[in-house]
């Protein structure tokens, strides 16, 4: 945990976030982050790393318009991530898997100071991203795109708001 620190959540506690670059845009600070890194320990990775068909999701309270991006749920970084689940700036949902960027998008943006669930579900072919139950993004999957690797599990890096209730599900 670097500096997330726990709140009311959606049901028991959550955590809360605060993106560095909301405190100061001009001149942000990133030893001002809050976020949660969860490191593969063991010789069992697919907690974090799973095989497809997976599925990511997570309940966001989100309280600001990300100025860049607020990773709600990241395995590794950048276009070359295992998988990525992000609110955009304009409040819309990303949700990416693999080195080949299979990325589904929301169309419409989400509310601030609400609850919303969102899931990534990849199942071998086709991502899907869920808002709210609603199916609202799909793209294919290129084959041999998912990649397992050693990067952390980042949950709320550049996010400001609450994240509760993360889920890695193997399907």
Do not use: C, M
């Amino acid at each position: 945990n670097e500096r997330a620190s726990p709140v009311e959540g959606h049901k028991g506690k959550a955590l809360h976030f605060e993106d560095w670059s909301v405190k100061n845009y001009i001149r942000p600070n990133p030893a001002e982050a809050s976020r949660l890194v969860v490191n593969e320990t063991g010789p069992d990775t697919s907690a974090i790393s799973p095989p497809l068909p997976f599925r990511v999701t997570a309940w966001i309270f989100p309280t600001a318009d990300p100025i860049y991006y607020g990773g709600i749920v990241e395995k590794g970084q950048g276009y070359g991530a295992s998988y990525r689940l992000l609110l955009l700036r304009g409040l819309k949902v990303s949700a990416s898997v693999g080195g080949k960027h299979a990325t589904a998008r929301s169309q419409l943006p989400i509310t601030l100071n609400a609850w919303h669930e969102v899931t990534l579900e990849a199942d071998g072919s086709t991502l899907t991203l869920f808002v709210d139950g609603k199916a609202e993004g799909r793209a294919e999957i290129p084959a041999g795109s998912v990649a397992r690797d050693a990067a952390p599990l980042l949950i709320g890096d550049r996010f400001t708001g609450r994240i509760d209730e993360v889920e890695i599900s193997i399907q």
